[in-house]
């Protein structure tokens, strides 16, 4: 029989620039037990985060869209340290 998933002792990093979906998603994410960096708002922030602190992600939340630039680079880095990622957009 296969454990059902949790998210307790997980690391995720959200980056986000809309502040509703962003607090709503850290909410989410922290009631359920995660842990979570970020929110970050823009690519440099994200891709700052990522060279530091990738070794310890078990995943991230990626708005491909942030206030007008394209996250490609944020997606690329992520999965190049083999971090999955699932991409999001409003």
Do not use: W
């Amino acid at each position: 029989m296969q454990r059902p998933f949790s998210f307790a002792g997980r690391f995720y990093l959200i980056v986000e620039d809309e502040y509703l979906a962003a607090s709503s998603m850290v909410m989410a994410l922290e009631d359920a037990g995660a842990e979570v960096a970020g929110p970050v708002s823009n690519v440099a922030g994200a891709l700052k985060l990522v060279s530091e602190r990738a070794c310890e992600f078990d995943a991230a939340i990626l708005d491909i869209n942030l206030r007008g630039t394209m996250a490609h680079p944020v997606a690329e880095r992520l999965a190049e340290q083999g971090i999955p990622f699932v991409v999001v957009t409003g």
